[in-house]
């Protein structure tokens, strides 16, 4: 594929993936990347001569994404998350923007100095974001996924932000190790096996499937959770999931069907869904 301009590679790439129903944004992003220009510097370079060998690349990335799915992230290998950069590839789930809000929501219930587990910490962007925000917090990281905890390690490394990576199910880890966390939380798989075929194959063919489905309709990672919280001899004052938008009221019932006494409270994300639940 030849381009004498940065236009005309615009263009091409945009006409290219909607004739395959794809996001045609994905080619100014792709073009950007390669480009390494701003925002403002991608505005104004329209009429610029275009290198080849970028050119190739750039055609290259674009029919492979036309025709698999393969998101943008798995080119660039990076996600912004906050402020930061966050390496990723398909060993990880990329992260979403409501991930953000559930950091967020913890961040509004800490008062600092707090022993913090994420569990299935996956690349890392929970338990190293709150880690960049609370100094003086103890963070431990867990994941039953090697491949996941050499992601979130080289993102440590990255940030340079000292974060405890401990391989493992879930909460055993730290069951094992006879810790009393101050606050847990989590952004587990929670998709329900049944709804893979109505999944984005952005998303089904290429993150990760045991970061994405549980059984029990999508329940059983907050059910193995919960009854791993209950084997701690002091309890957290703090649980926090990520859920489904459809899930706000199935996880406190699963909640309270074990601690009937617990205070659950839900949080709508930015787009007024059911994202969050907070376990006192």
Not at 3 to 20: D, G, K, M, Y
Request: aromatic letters at 8%; hydrophobic letters at 40%; glycine letters at 6%.
């Amino acid at each position: 594929m030849t381009f004498n301009t940065v236009q005309e590679a615009r263009n091409w790439a945009s006409s290219f993936l909607e004739q395959h129903d794809r996001e045609p944004r994905v080619g100014e992003l792709l073009l950007r990347y390669l480009l390494g220009v701003s925002q403002s510097q991608w505005l104004a370079m329209g009429r610029d001569v275009l290198d080849q060998d970028v050119a190739n690349t750039f055609a290259t990335w674009i029919h492979d994404h036309a025709v698999t799915g393969k998101p943008v992230e798995h080119f660039t290998n990076e996600v912004d998350f906050f402020d930061d950069t966050f390496y990723v590839d398909e060993r990880v789930l990329i992260p979403r923007p409501e991930t953000e809000e559930l950091v967020l929501a913890v961040l509004n219930e800490v008062n600092g100095g707090e022993v913090i587990v994420d569990v299935g910490t996956g690349s890392g962007i929970i338990a190293l974001s709150l880690k960049g925000r609370l100094k003086d917090a103890t963070v431990i990281g867990t994941d039953l996924s090697e491949d996941a905890l050499a992601v979130a390690r080289s993102n440590g490394e990255r940030l340079q932000r000292d974060v405890l990576w401990t391989s493992g199910d879930f909460l055993k880890p730290v069951l094992d190790e006879g810790a009393t966390p101050d606050i847990i939380v989590s952004n587990p798989p929670y998709i329900p096996h049944a709804e893979r075929d109505s999944l984005s194959e952005t998303v089904s063919l290429h993150d990760p499937a045991e970061a994405l489905f549980a059984e029990m309709n999508g329940l059983a990672a907050y059910d193995t959770i919960v009854k791993q919280v209950m084997q701690l001899d002091v309890r957290p004052k703090l649980i926090a999931f990520e859920i489904g938008y459809d899930q706000g009221e199935s996880v406190p019932a699963l909640i309270q069907s074990y601690d009937s006494a617990a205070d659950v409270r839900v949080i709508q994300d930015i787009n007024g869904k059911d994202r969050i639940v907070l376990w006192n």
